[in-house]
Structures are given as C-alpha cells and as structure tokens.
C-alpha cells in the first residue's frame, strides 16, 4: 500500500500541471466574449468560482480589483499572442490559497465544549429554561458555526480597518 502512495505523488510535475491547469482556464477564460474590464473581471470572478467550487480542500482567494485592473491593462495592451503569458503571469503570481487564521481554528476547537458547558449552566437559571428544549444535536452545531461566522466576520473586519489606515 506504501508504494502505490509514494508512486501517486510522482505521476506529474507539479509544473506540468499547473500549466496543464492554467492552460485549461486560459481557454475557458477566452471562451467568453471581452470587451471592456467589466467583461475581464467577469471572467476572472467565473474561474476562480469553477475552481474553488471544483477542489473540495482548498480554496484560493480572488486577487484585489486594483491587481485585476493593472492585468487588463497590460493583458489589453499585449498583442494576442502575449495574452497568454500575461495571463498565466497573473495567475501564478497574484493567486495565492486561501488560509485559515489563528483565531479561527481557535474558535472551532473551543466553541462546542464552551457551548456544551453554556448549555448545562443555562439549563438551572429559572430565565432559560427553555434552553432544555433545544437538544444538543442542534445547539452545538448552530453556536459552533455562528462563533466562526463571528470570528472570520471580525478577522476581516479589523483587518480591514488596518488595511485602510495604512493606504
């Protein structure tokens, strides 16, 4: 069994296939009709959805609208036989997979016995007593995904705000 995974790992260079990859959403990215920077970040928005709705693991993050802006421009400006390699110039730089912060693996490894614990404790205060209708198949779950809600949604929101008092 050993052997058949070490030998998996070898079938194709990485190099190989990412370009055999970005090839493949350079067509596709050429299939549709681009007449304005509207159409071009259409577009690029429509491969990174394939992509990342495609790979169950990881998903990568959509460069800014300003690094999508500066690729139109110098993608425009090419003639159509250096697209491509603008193209794929952008991809390999700008696309970068998307990683999970401390903060939020923190909150999904501590939030359900914290719920758990929430849940018992509320269950002997007279005001919620109605906690003890909610079984515990469904209130784990449900705090666990609103604290990771909470966590990425004030990640990017404090980062945000550090993002624009340094522009």
């Avoid at 394939?50 to 998903?59: D, E, I």
């Avoid at 970068?96 to 939020?104: A, I, R």
Wanted: charged share 25%; with cysteine.
């Amino acid at each position: 069994m050993g052997m058949i995974m070490s030998f998996m790992g070898k079938g194709m260079p990485s190099a190989q296939l990412l370009n055999l990859l970005i090839g493949t959403l350079y067509k596709q990215f050429m299939d549709k009709r681009i007449d304005n920077f509207d159409d071009f970040h259409i577009a690029i928005l429509d491969i990174f959805n394939t992509v990342n709705s495609a790979l169950p693991g990881k998903h990568y993050d959509v460069p800014s609208r300003k690094e999508v802006e500066e690729c139109f421009a110098n993608w425009k400006e090419s003639p159509e036989s250096e697209r491509k390699k603008k193209f794929v110039e952008f991809m390999k730089d700008k696309v970068k997979v998307n990683k999970l912060d401390d903060y939020t693996v923190i909150a999904g490894i501590l939030t359900p016995p914290a719920a758990m614990a929430a849940k018992k404790a509320g269950e002997n205060v007279p005001q919620l007593k109605m906690i003890k209708a909610v079984p515990d198949v469904l209130f784990v779950p449900s705090v666990t995904v609103l604290a990771l809600m909470s966590a990425k949604l004030s990640r990017k929101m404090f980062m945000g705000k550090l993002g624009n008092s340094t522009s």
